[in-house]
């Protein structure tokens, strides 16, 4: 139990360290969960619950102070010394490893083709690509991983977001989300085995690595976003709201429409 909440921790602060990043690519996610659900669900105006502002504010910037000033100067350091092969490869691990609670939330929405494909993915990369290091799957002719979580599978279910909430230490998070993020964290393997020491030692490695692979394009969003809260959080809001319909899309589980406009924001 006590790995579990130290997973909470360490797994919080990888997903902080990589919120800024999320800015550029919201857009494009949630015009495509559109497209699949159709004209009606693209139309539907998106709302942005943010109830506690002024609490979430000061806990961004905090965030934001422990990125600039610890992840971002250890990650530039890190990405001199350590080759772009070896940043991959713990990338490839950490999706290996992830594979799991992938598998559990497609299985749990009814996403079965997704659920074979991710299971079949992990099979083969941990058995062909160095456990996991290697991405060997495409050569197998398995598509690419889907996008799954705890948090996505409650809202498919039917669940509404909540409200928004920045805490230290934690990624972004809808009221929805946090939920999901602590069966997230006790669906890792790491945290079933692995020693606090170690589960530190590892998330902390894994954060530095994301943060290096990442530092020209938290550059170019700091640089050209005026108000960086209110950009991360409409960033995070619409990747969860695309992934939502995307998982009621798919899912043979659950709710497979929305809300119409004028309904409760915390839905």
């Known amino acids: 139990m006590r790995s579990i909440l130290v997973g909470l921790l360490v797994a919080g602060v ?16 949630a015009a495509s969960a559109g497209q699949a659900l159709g004209l009606e669900a693209q139309e539907e105006a998106f709302v942005e619950y943010d109830p506690w502002k002024r609490f979430n504010q000061k806990t961004f910037a905090f965030n934001h102070s422990v990125d600039s000033h610890v992840i971002e100067p250890v990650a530039r350091a890190y990405d001199k010394v350590v080759p772009n092969w070896a940043q991959r490869a713990v990338t490839n691990e950490a999706a290996n490893v992830g594979s799991v ?33 290697v991405n060997a799957a495409p050569s197998f002719g398995v598509a690419e991983g889907t996008t799954a979580d705890m948090g996505q599978t409650f809202g498919a279910w039917g669940a509404g ?30 945290t079933w085995v692995a020693p606090i020491g170690a589960l530190a030692g590892a ?56 809300p119409g406009p004028g309904a409760d924001p915390a839905r």
């Open 14 to 29: 990888v997903s902080m360290s990589v919120a800024i990043a999320s800015v550029a690519s919201a857009e494009p996610a």
């Open 101 to 133: 609670r992938r598998i559990v939330s497609t299985a749990l929405q009814g996403r079965f083709n997704d659920m074979g494909q991710e299971l079949g993915r992990f099979v083969i990369n941990t058995m062909f690509g160095l456990g996991g290091l």
């Open 161 to 190: 977001p909540g409200p928004y909430v920045v805490v230290p230490f934690l990624p972004p998070l809808t009221l929805r989300d946090a939920f999901g993020f602590v069966f997230d964290t006790a669906l890792d393997p790491v």
């Open 203 to 258: 998330t902390g490695e894994k954060t530095v690595n994301t943060r290096s692979l990442n530092l020209e394009l938290y550059e170019g969003v700091e640089e050209t976003t005026l108000d960086l809260y209110s950009a991360v959080e409409s960033a995070y809001l619409q990747q969860r709201d695309a992934a939502v319909l995307d998982g009621r899309a798919r899912a043979l589980f659950g709710r497979s429409d929305r």
